[in-house]
């Protein structure tokens, strides 16, 4: 059964061990370079590290999309060697498969083989009748080269077809639970159609599943399931769409559920009336909670935790290991003070800060200082040595020691650069400041407007730009 699924073979030859460290890059999901690494540095008896940026010479490179992988070797002289070949839909035996391959790429076994034949001998032909004198001179015919070594394409083999492969599909099951179907207690049996009462169980689908309460399926879904409760697949390319929760091993496809959506590597769509969990994000997780342990896509929720940094997490809250942490103090130039926390991915980031103004750094008839808390977002770029910051924040600010019951909201555009030095940053930067209050003695307003002086529509706004300079560790 394993042999089944094997796509190519691959031959191994004794061959020495690489002696320069190999750089290891990976795109795609199911696999990555930490994974990798070890895997093919035992292989070749090498040192294999994964590229944290470019990848050097010698380097592997390998990129999985669907149900291949293209590996290709960049020695450190010579000219680079690439193959693409069918991993097929069995995830476990991924690792493997790549290891060959890039170990029969790293070594150019094939050119070792052809290198290693004999060059023909050509055989003496029959001595000439009569003297040497009688025998005509003939130019000498040089031996045929020995061909130039290649890499020749390792083909997959050709399996017979298993009869147990017609016994396993049917287009249509009906029934209550297995036993009670038209499948009777085969559970292995793979369908185009499925229409489940309560729970239906089977190898695989390659259209509809319907089921009052759980659709498992063992096999790879190319079309949807559908179930009032559970849905569970081993790889997902198409729907699922549940009451409560969905389960599946890899999903390129969209899960939609109520509840809880679990699932290994996502290309494709999580969406969640609760949780959404996954290993590897490169598609979109929406939901309250979003949790994955890498994500390359988006998060878009409440609270969402993914690591490293590569992709957006929007939310109120986002827990990023290996992202941005970093700490602010900074001063406007009008006597506005701020401390900022900002933490996030490496392209977009949440701000949490608070702030003060002390009444005797505004005017001799300010009588209450202010303090505001604020809550923020927005994107970065890092441009050489210097890091850039557009964020959105709104300040709620209070006066005195008090805290304002009544609408009284600024609302802050701003653009920072920070630059490294040493071990801190100094940073500089421009808002645009929009405070809203709905009364004459509200913040920022009292200071400007006459508190006698009625408002026309309830609502006073105030609006002016400032200039800020801090520090950054």
């Not at 069995?90 to 150019?108: E, F, K, S």
């Not at 003496?124 to 009688?134: C, I, R």
């Not at 085969?186 to 309460?213: E, S």
């Not at 300010?366 to 505001?372: G, N, P």
Request: aromatic residues 4%; glycine residues 12%; contains cysteine.
């Amino acid at each position: 059964m394993i042999m089944k699924k094997l796509p190519f073979v691959i031959v191994l030859v004794a061959a020495p061990a690489l002696a320069d460290p190999i750089s290891l890059r990976v795109a795609g999901a199911g696999v990555s370079a930490t994974a990798l690494a070890p895997k093919i540095a035992a292989e070749l008896g090498a040192d294999v590290a994964p590229a944290t940026d470019a990848c050097n010479a010698p380097c592997l490179d390998v990129v999985v999309e669907a149900a291949s992988a293209t590996v290709r070797f960049t020695p450190a002289s010579g000219a680079p060697r690439e193959r693409t070949i069918a991993i097929g839909t069995d995830r476990d035996a991924w690792p493997v498969l790549i290891t060959l391959l890039a170990g029969n790429l790293a070594r150019d076994e094939a050119a070792q083989i052809l290198a290693g034949l004999p060059v023909p001998v050509p055989v003496p032909g029959p001595e000439p009748v009569g003297s040497p004198a009688d025998v005509p001179d003939v130019p000498a015919i040089p031996a045929p080269a020995a061909p130039a070594p290649t890499v020749k394409e390792i083909a997959p083999p050709k399996f017979a077809a298993s009869a147990d492969d017609d016994e396993h599909e049917s287009t249509f099951v009906f029934g209550l639970v297995p036993g009670l179907s038209t499948d009777f207690a085969d559970l292995h049996v793979r369908h185009d159609l499925a229409l489940h009462m309560a729970i239906g169980i089977g190898g695989g689908l390659d259209g509809f599943a319907i089921a009052g309460a759980a659709d498992i399926e063992n096999g790879s879904v190319d079309g949807w399931q559908l179930s009032g409760a559970v849905n569970v697949a081993r790889d997902v390319d198409g729907f699922q769409v549940a009451g409560g929760v969905n389960v599946a091993q890899s999903l390129d496809g969209f899960q939609l559920a109520g509840g809880v959506n679990v699932a290994g590597d996502t290309d494709g769509f999580q969406v969640a009336g609760g949780v959404n969990i996954a290993r590897d994000v490169d598609g979109l997780q929406v939901a309250p909670i979003n949790v994955a342990r890498r994500v390359g896509g988006t998060q878009l929720g409440v609270i969402n935790v993914g690591g490293e940094g590569d992709g957006v997490s929007i939310g109120l809250i986002d827990i990023v290991p290996g992202g941005r942490t970093d700490v602010e103090a900074s001063v406007d130039d009008h006597a506005v003070g701020t401390l900022l926390l900002r933490h996030g991915g490496h392209h977009w980031h949440n701000v949490y800060g608070v702030g003060a103004q002390r009444a005797q750094d505004v005017s001799a008839t300010a009588r209450e200082d202010l303090w505001m808390a604020g809550l923020g977002l927005g994107p970065s770029w890092e441009i050489g040595a210097t890091t850039w910051d557009l964020e959105a924040i709104c300040w709620h600010v209070s006066p005195g020691a008090k805290y304002e019951t009544n609408l009284s909201l600024l609302n802050q555009l701003r653009l920072s650069v920070g630059m490294k030095l040493g071990g801190v940053q100094l940073v500089g930067g421009a808002a645009l400041n929009v405070f809203v209050g709905d009364n004459a003695r509200a913040p920022f307003l009292a200071r400007t407007i006459d508190p006698t002086t009625p408002m026309d529509d309830g609502v006073g706004v105030r609006t002016w730009g400032t200039l800020f300079a801090g520090v950054r560790i």
